[in-house]
């Protein structure tokens, strides 16, 4: 599958402070890429920088096969869609209002507006003022612009930081759909549920480096512990480690009947997270 992006040995620093330590990656046409760090890791220097509002300090970046400062024009601006944290949005208008702004400028059609504040669940408030939204609204109201005009490549920032659950899994659905529609999406996040959930692979960022990059499934695979857990008819459950030994402890607990489930110990990617870096993820 042919790179949406491409970074090499990439770094940044603000006077004497590293936010990024060359750092390398490649995002596939048509995954969604999740990139999870703890507060202060470089997530948002890194959209920045993808996103030409930061010069890098060394390496380079690709994204649709060019050079990225050759790139900084309305062309390159229409292919793609940002969510950060400042909105830009037009306190005094309707949430309509501001969307329709956009549109007009991206020439994305009426009809889509409308399915958009579906997928971000704001059907019911289009005439309300951005002002008097709740921060979660707003929210919504920045990522329904992001997304209006079905970007080739949707940089996401900490997309769901301020949502409840619901409004979370309506945003998990809508970002499925959309990536199943052709957008690549590049995402940030220190929400582990939310990288397993809709993430293709993810990177590790810890201090500016790239600890790990592989799929969550690998992820849990390579630091899966050596054992399994027995869930037992008397409600009991039992470790047993995957040996000689152990294969016997199951065949005899098998054979007794006494076994309702076995699953295997897989760790979350917040615990993979723990174990490589020693600090938790949000
Ligand atoms: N304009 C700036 N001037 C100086 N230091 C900065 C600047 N922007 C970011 N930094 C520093 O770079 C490091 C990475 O910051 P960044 O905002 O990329 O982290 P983050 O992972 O997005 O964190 P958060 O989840 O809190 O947004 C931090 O130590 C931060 O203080």
């Given at each position: ?8 040995n990439l770094s940044k620093t603000f006077g004497n402070k590293i936010a990024l ?152 659905d809508g970002l499925r759909e959309l990536n199943k529609q052709g957008t690549t ?56 480690n995957k040996d000689e030994k152990g294969a016997e402890e199951i065949y005899q ?30």
């Open positions: 599958m042919e790179n949406i992006i491409e970074v090499k330590k060359n750092v390398s990656f490649n995002v596939k046409r048509g995954e969604t890429f999740g990139f999870l760090g703890p507060s202060g890791s470089g997530k948002t220097t890194t959209i920045k920088m993808l996103t030409s509002q930061l010069l890098q300090t060394t390496g380079e970046i690709k994204v649709f096969n060019q050079p990225l400062k050759k790139q900084k024009d309305a062309s390159f601006m229409k292919r793609i869609g940002i969510l950060t944290d400042n909105s830009g949005l037009y306190d005094r208008l309707t949430v309509l209002d501001n969307l329709t702004l956009y549109s007009e400028l991206y020439n994305v059609e009426r009809k889509q507006i409308n399915e958009i504040l579906e997928v971000v669940n704001l059907q019911n408030e289009t005439k309300t003022q951005v002002k008097k939204l709740s921060k979660g609204m707003k929210q919504r109201v920045t990522l329904a612009r992001a997304m209006l005009h079905k970007p080739e490549l949707l940089f996401l920032d900490e997309p769901t930081s301020a949502l409840d659950p619901v409004n979370m899994k309506h945003i998990h999406i590049f995402l940030t996040t220190h929400n582990m549920m939310e990288a397993e959930q809709i993430c293709d692979r993810v990177a590790f960022l810890h201090q500016g480096e790239i600890k790990q990059l592989d799929t969550p499934q690998n992820l849990r695979i390579q630091y899966m512990d050596e054992s399994v857990t027995l869930l037992l008819k008397d409600n009991r459950s039992i470790v047993v607990y098998m054979r007794s009947g006494e076994v309702v489930s076995i699953h295997s110990n897989e760790p979350t990617l917040g615990e993979i997270f723990v174990q490589i870096t020693g600090r938790e993820l949000a």
